[in-house]
């Protein structure tokens, strides 16, 4: 039996569960204020969040100007009408009960605008905003200055170091709690340094306890951490409980509410979940953000994987080692290894005959129509993130002035199709390394169950 004592978040007392935000509309005010309606913590995203027209309709999303930075502008609107959306959804759902938090990924372009936004325009109706990807740094003040509490995402101890040392040191009063995120086990962007290996996962103890004796020494032992990544159930994380220290913890939970009958995510989706193996998902750095994430290995991973398995290096001028010449297209000859020729040569005879440039001096093959869809999305570009290595798109500057990549691809394009009903197989999945336990969790063999059912077994430990 778990003894699941209630703690302080966001100014209430709450059973220490949370929803984990999934952007694009992975999670919603729906999910959210479900989970807040248990007097738990639900979380929305506000990643081009959806918003309706007066019959309760979605509007999707529009785009009509031709200039990118003027659709980033577009994006930016959007999405503070949708997080605003969203947070009022969730106000009505939670009935009043538990805590609403909204979830931004820092390295989302635009995101200190529509933090500002939204929190500008759905007071009280927000309690606490979590806030990944990258070092958040201005997350502090900016929550401070709508009473609101604050919760940077981070992997290590250290990295929170990074955070307090340089800003969140004078916004302490609202600084909620700390989510550290397992990098090797939780669905998303994963926050994997240049020193970790992404092949050898190291158990979450240790790091916890590095974490909360940071905070200790910082005088922040009353606030929470929140453990996220890899947390199915209670029963596998006794020894975290009522531990002096790991201190005051709460469980957040971002793949397993993805099957309930609140989660927004499609119907087709839930079932593809409910049948995975172990080994399915896959931690890659795909990702225009340039951050490692896991995803499912459907047939978009896959393809992103056999163009990544088929890269070749090259130099411009033969040399060395780089004497066997590769025309990549009517005015151009580059040069590869001999070794590498034959591997070149078969890619082309399976029609990847788009022979197209990476910033590191490499080349993939794409099929004609792969190059002209990746044409057509970067022209699309709504510069949904601060830098992108898809599209070279910059918030700063415009471009990063780099090449773009074309082993990567458009993040908005995909998460937003598949959250409105796009293909589960040609788009990007991202989940959890243990969504295969849905397979074998009694919980899910007769139907869905609903936020309240799931909640009411969490708190059992199963
Ligand atoms: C489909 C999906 C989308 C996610 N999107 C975001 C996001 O936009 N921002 C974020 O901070 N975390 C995101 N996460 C991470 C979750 O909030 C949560 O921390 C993580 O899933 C916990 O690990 P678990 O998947 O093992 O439960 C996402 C996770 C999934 C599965
Ligand atoms: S190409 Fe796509 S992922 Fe990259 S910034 Fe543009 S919209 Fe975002």
């Known amino acids: 039996m778990i003894n699941l004592k209630p703690i302080i978040i966001s100014g209430k007392e709450v059973f220490p569960l949370v929803e984990g935000g999934k952007g694009i509309n992975g999670s919603d005010g729906r999910s959210s204020g479900a989970w807040a309606h248990e007097n738990c913590v639900g979380t929305f995203s506000g990643v081009s969040p959806d918003y309706y027209d007066n019959e309760g309709h979605v509007i999707f999303e529009r785009y009509l100007k031709k200039d990118r930075k003027e659709r980033h502008e577009e994006m930016i609107e959007q999405s503070i009408k949708g997080g605003i959306a969203q947070a009022q959804v969730a106000h009505e759902v939670s009935g009043g009960n538990g805590r609403i938090h909204m979830n931004m990924l820092w390295e989302l372009g635009g995101s200190e605008a529509i933090l500002n936004g939204v929190l500008e325009k759905a007071k009280g109706l927000i309690h606490g905003v979590t806030c990944g990807a990258g070092l958040p740094y201005r997350l502090g003040e900016i929550a401070s200055r709508f009473g609101v509490y604050y919760y940077p995402i981070v992997s290590s101890a250290r990295a929170f170091q990074v955070l307090w040392k340089r800003a969140y040191n004078r916004f302490v009063e609202y600084l909620g709690g700390v989510v550290y995120e397992d990098p090797w086990l939780a669905g998303g962007h994963n926050g994997l340094s240049n020193a970790e290996d992404p092949n050898s996962p190291q158990t979450p103890y240790m790091r916890l306890v590095e974490l909360r004796k940071v905070m200790n020494q910082l005088g922040l032992e009353e606030k929470p951490i929140i453990l ?5 159930s209670l029963n596998d994380w006794k020894d975290y409980m009522d531990n002096p220290d790991i201190g005051k913890i709460a469980f957040q939970f971002g793949t397993r509410p993805m099957i309930t009958k609140e989660s927004p995510i499609s119907d087709a989706w839930k079932k593809l979940m409910l049948h995975l ?37 090259f130099v411009a001028e033969a040399n060395g080692d780089y004497t066997h010449p590769l025309k990549i297209s009517e005015t151009k000859t580059v040069y590869i290894k001999p070794e590498d020729a034959e591997k070149a040569q078969r890619q082309i005879n399976s029609g990847y005959t788009e022979i197209k440039e990476t910033p590191d001096s490499t080349v993939v093959f794409l099929t004609p129509n792969e190059w002209k869809q990746m044409k057509e999305d970067r022209k699309n570009c709504v510069g949904c993130l601060s830098q992108c290595q898809f ?15 074309p082993r990567s691809y458009c993040i908005h394009k995909t998460l937003y199709d598949v959250s409105h009903n796009g293909s589960i197989m040609d788009n990007l999945l991202f989940a959890g390394h243990q969504v295969y336990r849905f397979a074998t969790d009694p919980l899910y063999r007769n139907g869905i169950p609903s936020v309240k059912e799931l909640i009411d077994k969490i708190k059992c430990g199963e």
């Open 228 to 232: 996220a990544g890899g947390v199915w």
């Open 277 to 313: 193996k172990n080994g399915d998902v896959v931690l890659q750095k795909f990702s225009p953000t340039g951050f490692f994430s896991s995803a499912v290995k459907n047939t978009f991973l896959e393809r992103l994987m056999t163009r990544k398995q088929g890269e070749v290096s």
């Open 391 to 405: 599209s070279s798109w910059s918030q700063a500057n415009g471009s990063t002035g780099r090449l773009p990549d």
